[in-house]
């Protein structure tokens, strides 16, 4: 069983930045496509930033040339740089790995974004 466990969230003002970081059980984010995903309040879960196997990334275009994703195999953990952070950037991120057909989700760490 794959375990993800996001940490780096918290409170920042509008402008700041903060690194999130995906830790993951075993040695899976070399092979796999690990994404973050965001969820703010009332609306529905939206995909941010890829990561493939290969290293190639993909991001939201509101976050384009803000976030940047990243991966440590040696440290089986994938982060998500964030800067010049928007008060609209304001939610819970989650990451989550795509294994096989399976995909594995982390429990969500809270960033919130101040004006």
């Known amino acids: 069983q794959v375990q993800l466990v996001e940490s780096g969230g918290g409170l920042v003002q509008a402008g700041g930045s903060l690194r999130l970081s995906c830790a993951a059980s075993?040695?899976?984010?070399?092979?796999?496509?690990i994404s973050w995903y965001r969820q703010s309040p009332g609306k529905q879960r939206e995909w941010t930033a890829t990561i493939t196997s290969s290293g190639s990334t993909t991001y939201k275009d509101t976050v384009k040339g803000r976030f940047t994703i990243s991966r440590d195999n040696a440290k089986n953990t994938v982060y998500l740089q964030m800067n010049s952070l928007k008060p609209e950037d304001t939610a819970v991120y989650y990451c989550?790995?795509?294994?096989?057909?399976?995909?594995?989700w982390g429990q969500g760490t809270q960033v919130t974004v101040s004006s």
């Open positions: 989550v790995a795509f294994v096989g057909v399976s995909n594995y």
């Open positions: 075993g040695s899976i984010f070399s092979r796999n496509r």
